[in-house]
Structure formats: C-alpha cells, structure tokens
C-alpha cells in the first residue's frame, strides 16, 4: 500500500500515516489515516520511515482495525512518486 508518513512514535513503536491512491487523473488521494506498529527489533522498517515521506508498506494483518503490524517498507522520492502517477495517466488513455 502506498502511504505518507505522518508521524512515528519510537517511544510506542507506532507510526502515523495516511493510505493513498492515485487516480485516473494522477492526483494523489487520501484514503484515510491509520495508526500502525513499528517491530521493536526492525530498525531498517524504522530508518525508512524516517527517512521517507512516502512509501510502499506492506503489513500483517487488517489494515482497517489500526492494529497491523509493518512487515516491509521501502521509501519512495518524489521522482518515483511522479512516475507511477505519470505510469497511471499513460495506463488509463491507453485504454480509451
């Protein structure tokens, strides 16, 4: 799931970000805001989080009930962001 970061608490292993979705447009849409853990013992899930204000998550169990765990992120630029948006618009023109 792509995300934005918006807040990481080290002190409860959680992190604050909002799920995202890119339209046929390419705009960026929240979805909505989601509290997920952080595993104590992952420092390279951490360090990317911080060092990203995006990325791609992907998680363990439900992702509506705020209590999923992160299993892997990976950092996304702006660049790359701007690239699957541009990636949409050419999918969805190309299907017109």
């Not at 909002?18 to 979805?31: E, N, Q, V």
């Amino acid at each position: 799931m792509l995300v934005k970061v918006n807040d990481i608490d080290l002190d409860k292993n959680k992190v604050r970000v909002s799920k995202l979705d890119i339209d046929d447009y390419g705009s960026i849409i929240p979805l909505k805001d989601i509290e997920l853990k952080i595993p104590a013992n992952d420092n390279s899930i951490i360090q990317t989080l911080k060092d990203s204000s995006y990325a791609a998550i992907f998680t363990e169990g439900n992702i509506d009930d705020n209590n999923s765990t992160i299993i892997l992120a990976n950092g996304i630029t702006i660049d790359e962001l701007n690239k699957e948006k541009r990636k949409t618009i050419d999918n969805v023109a190309n299907k017109k």
